[in-house]
Nanobody
Protein backbone atom coordinates (compact mmCIF):
# COMPACT_ATOMS: atom_id res chain seq x y z
CA UNK A 1 0.00 0.00 0.00
CA UNK A 2 1.14 3.49 -0.85
CA UNK A 3 -0.42 6.69 0.39
CA UNK A 4 0.10 10.05 -1.23
CA UNK A 5 -0.74 13.58 -0.15
CA UNK A 6 -0.41 16.66 -2.36
CA UNK A 7 0.19 20.22 -1.28
CA UNK A 8 1.08 23.51 -2.90
CA UNK A 9 -1.86 24.29 -5.17
CA UNK A 10 -3.47 27.70 -5.35
CA UNK A 11 -4.38 30.70 -7.45
CA UNK A 12 -1.62 32.37 -9.47
CA UNK A 13 -1.37 34.75 -12.38
CA UNK A 14 -0.30 33.72 -15.85
CA UNK A 15 3.47 33.63 -16.13
CA UNK A 16 4.00 32.76 -12.49
CA UNK A 17 5.68 29.69 -11.04
CA UNK A 18 4.27 27.20 -8.58
CA UNK A 19 5.66 24.16 -6.85
CA UNK A 20 3.55 21.16 -5.97
CA UNK A 21 4.71 18.62 -3.45
CA UNK A 22 3.64 14.99 -3.03
CA UNK A 23 4.41 13.29 0.26
CA UNK A 24 4.70 9.53 -0.20
CA UNK A 25 4.04 7.01 2.56
CA UNK A 26 4.05 3.27 2.85
CA UNK A 27 6.43 0.45 3.52
CA UNK A 28 7.06 -0.36 -0.14
CA UNK A 29 6.77 3.03 -1.81
CA UNK A 30 10.37 2.90 -3.03
CA UNK A 31 9.36 0.03 -5.33
CA UNK A 32 7.09 2.40 -7.19
CA UNK A 33 7.11 5.00 -9.91
CA UNK A 34 5.52 8.30 -8.91
CA UNK A 35 3.67 10.43 -11.42
CA UNK A 36 2.01 13.83 -11.53
CA UNK A 37 -1.26 14.09 -13.43
CA UNK A 38 -3.91 16.71 -14.01
CA UNK A 39 -7.55 16.70 -14.97
CA UNK A 40 -9.85 19.33 -16.30
CA UNK A 41 -13.59 18.67 -15.98
CA UNK A 42 -14.85 17.00 -19.12
CA UNK A 43 -11.39 15.98 -20.30
CA UNK A 44 -9.26 12.90 -19.83
CA UNK A 45 -6.70 12.78 -17.08
CA UNK A 46 -3.25 13.67 -18.39
CA UNK A 47 0.02 12.30 -17.06
CA UNK A 48 2.42 15.23 -16.98
CA UNK A 49 5.56 13.68 -15.54
CA UNK A 50 6.78 10.57 -13.81
CA UNK A 51 9.85 9.49 -11.92
CA UNK A 52 11.18 6.10 -10.90
CA UNK A 53 11.95 6.23 -7.21
CA UNK A 54 14.96 3.89 -7.06
CA UNK A 55 16.67 4.78 -10.33
CA UNK A 56 15.53 8.43 -10.29
CA UNK A 57 14.75 8.51 -14.00
CA UNK A 58 12.31 11.30 -14.94
CA UNK A 59 10.06 11.73 -17.93
CA UNK A 60 7.87 14.64 -18.97
CA UNK A 61 4.95 14.93 -21.36
CA UNK A 62 5.52 16.96 -24.51
CA UNK A 63 2.83 19.39 -23.42
CA UNK A 64 4.85 20.54 -20.38
CA UNK A 65 8.45 19.68 -21.22
CA UNK A 66 10.64 22.68 -20.65
CA UNK A 67 8.14 24.34 -18.28
CA UNK A 68 7.52 21.63 -15.67
CA UNK A 69 10.10 19.50 -13.88
CA UNK A 70 9.66 16.50 -11.59
CA UNK A 71 12.15 15.62 -8.89
CA UNK A 72 12.35 13.73 -5.62
CA UNK A 73 13.73 14.35 -2.15
CA UNK A 74 14.78 11.06 -0.61
CA UNK A 75 15.24 12.52 2.87
CA UNK A 76 11.69 13.92 2.92
CA UNK A 77 10.02 11.16 0.85
CA UNK A 78 8.50 13.75 -1.44
CA UNK A 79 8.13 14.18 -5.19
CA UNK A 80 7.93 17.74 -6.43
CA UNK A 81 6.49 19.19 -9.61
CA UNK A 82 8.04 22.57 -10.29
CA UNK A 83 5.94 24.57 -12.74
CA UNK A 84 7.08 27.70 -14.57
CA UNK A 85 5.48 30.10 -17.05
CA UNK A 86 2.01 28.99 -16.08
CA UNK A 87 -0.82 29.55 -18.53
CA UNK A 88 -4.56 29.72 -18.06
CA UNK A 89 -4.87 26.34 -19.77
CA UNK A 90 -2.81 24.82 -16.95
CA UNK A 91 -5.80 25.32 -14.66
CA UNK A 92 -6.79 21.88 -13.39
CA UNK A 93 -6.83 19.53 -10.44
CA UNK A 94 -3.32 18.14 -10.02
CA UNK A 95 -2.79 14.74 -8.44
CA UNK A 96 0.17 12.54 -7.72
CA UNK A 97 -0.08 8.82 -8.25
CA UNK A 98 1.99 5.69 -7.85
CA UNK A 99 2.40 2.49 -9.78
CA UNK A 100 4.43 -0.55 -8.79
CA UNK A 101 7.78 -1.01 -10.44
CA UNK A 102 10.40 1.23 -11.93
CA UNK A 103 8.38 1.76 -15.09
CA UNK A 104 7.58 5.15 -16.54
CA UNK A 105 4.06 5.30 -17.90
CA UNK A 106 2.10 8.00 -19.69
CA UNK A 107 -1.21 6.24 -19.10
CA UNK A 108 -3.09 7.20 -15.97
CA UNK A 109 -4.74 3.76 -16.00
CA UNK A 110 -1.38 2.25 -15.05
CA UNK A 111 -1.31 4.00 -11.68
CA UNK A 112 -2.88 2.20 -8.74
CA UNK A 113 -2.61 4.70 -5.90
CA UNK A 114 -3.77 8.31 -5.94
CA UNK A 115 -3.68 11.34 -3.74
CA UNK A 116 -6.73 13.53 -3.21
CA UNK A 117 -5.57 16.21 -5.61
CA UNK A 118 -4.90 19.90 -5.32
CA UNK A 119 -6.48 22.70 -7.34
CA UNK A 120 -4.28 24.93 -9.47
CA UNK A 121 -5.95 27.99 -10.98
CA UNK A 122 -4.08 30.29 -13.34
CA UNK A 123 -5.71 33.64 -14.02
CA UNK A 124 -5.02 35.39 -17.31
Amino acid sequence: QVQLAESGGGLVRAGASLRLSCAVFGRTFSDHTIGWCRQVPGKEREVLAALTWITNVPAHANSVRGRFAISRDVAKNTVTLQMHSLKSEDTAIYSCAARHGQVLSSSSDQYSYWGQGTQVTVSS
